[in-house]
């Protein structure tokens, strides 16, 4: 059988959760998420995790397993990943990476370099800036300095906003270093991203933002608390709002509706930088999975 791994990206609410078991069943291979929000415990609501059945019908990795107060890099995914990858190939089974985090897919392929370690001074003297100034005007201030990581961050995403203006702004002598990947590990893959219509999209997020919001979004948001790393995604500042009397639940629905679209729109935007990303139809892929990976569905 072909040890290539098969990456699914694409916007939110394309398909890549449906996708992936799908062709995990259908050709026995494991999953390995690479979504930067669903890493993390106790928010399958909001981050759009895979339901308990979905879990159950293909093994997934890297889904679910981070506290929500604990910070995560993607260094560090991209060497957790590389682990589980290798345990995957170890029992004998292929590997389908699923996620729409580009900066987490950008590491795991050994396309960007990353900072191992940061000034102290330069992170209190960011912390500072962080409490006099809104979090879009240190992203405007990263798309100065590092246009490419600030494409990969979302505007409101203080943390990661922060995150990247410390390596944007490192000094000269701090050098930079390739996590581990799989290219570093000679392992050969395929990046597609599901090119889904933006009407089909836009209809998807609908859906599914009503959906959040009938399922439990608003008392998951107060669960976690607005303190914890992992309330900067999409749907917790709103829920959060909504919580403190700012919106209605319809406004709340709205402004879900509206974020969600830009995050999707950002994402698109990302993979369109990405030189080796074959943009197919997800009914397309399976043609990719048989004739570039060699895959078959009876095992060699």
Known sequence: MSDDVLIIAGATA????????????????????????????????????????????????????????????????????????????????????????????????????????????????????????????????????????????????????????????ASPGASPERPRSIAGDGIGYALVFLDVPWSEIDRRIALRTRRMLETGLIEEAERIGEEAVAASAVGYPQALGYLRGWSTRDELRESLDRATRRYARRQRAWFRGEPSTLWLAPESVRSVVREKLRWSAKRD
């Open 14 to 169: 394309s398909g890549k959760t449906e996708l992936a078991i799908e062709l995990a069943r259908e050709f026995d291979a494991e999953i390995v998420g690479a979504d930067s929000r669903q890493i993390y415990r106790g928010m399958p609501v909001g981050t759009a995790a895979p339901s308990p059945a979905q879990l159950a019908e293909a093994p997934h990795h890297l889904v679910g397993f981070l506290d929500p107060r604990e910070r995560y890099s993607a260094a560090r995914f991209a060497n957790d990943a590389l682990e589980t990858i290798r345990g995957i190939r170890a029992r004998g089974k292929r590997v389908v990476v699923a996620g729409g985090t580009g900066f987490y897919i950008r590491a795991l392929t050994g396309g960007v370099a990353l900072a191992p370690q940061y000034d102290e001074a330069l992170r209190n003297r960011l912390a500072l800036e962080a409490s006099l100034h809104p979090s879009e005007f240190l992203h405007a201030w990263l798309e100065r300095r590092d246009p490419v990581r600030a494409r990969a961050v979302a505007a409101t995403d203080t943390y990661r906003v922060l995150r990247a203006l410390e390596i944007a702004l």
